[in-house]
């Protein structure tokens, strides 16, 4: 099963798998990943599951599309340039490893 590294903003680092279909959102509530909080469940209403994918990693996501764009803009901690929202992330196995670091304030 693919991994998934998150990084809290305290520097904690979590390694876990994450099924292939699931979103990295879900994969870190099911694993008790403190700091995203994925107020909406997924539904991209919310912005509180924004994190920073490492660079090593943000070329082989398919861009935001113009929902998550917008949302984007509007989280609590400042917009970086690999800003995206986990629950936009569906792990797959070509995602194996990849790092995220979980933005310092969601909410």
Known sequence: MPH??????????REVEVPV????????????IDGIVGDCGGAMSCATCHVIVDEAFAALL???????SQMLDFTAAPREANSRLSCQIMMSD?????AIRI?????
């Open 21 to 32: 279909g699931q979103n990295l959102m879900l994969g870190a509530a099911a694993h008790g």
């Open 62 to 68: 398919p861009a935001p599309d113009d929902t998550e």
């Open 103 to 107: 933005a310092h304030t969601q909410v």
């Open 94 to 98: 070509s995602l194996d490893g990849i």
């Open 4 to 13: 998934v590294i998150y990084t809290h903003p305290t520097g904690e680092r």
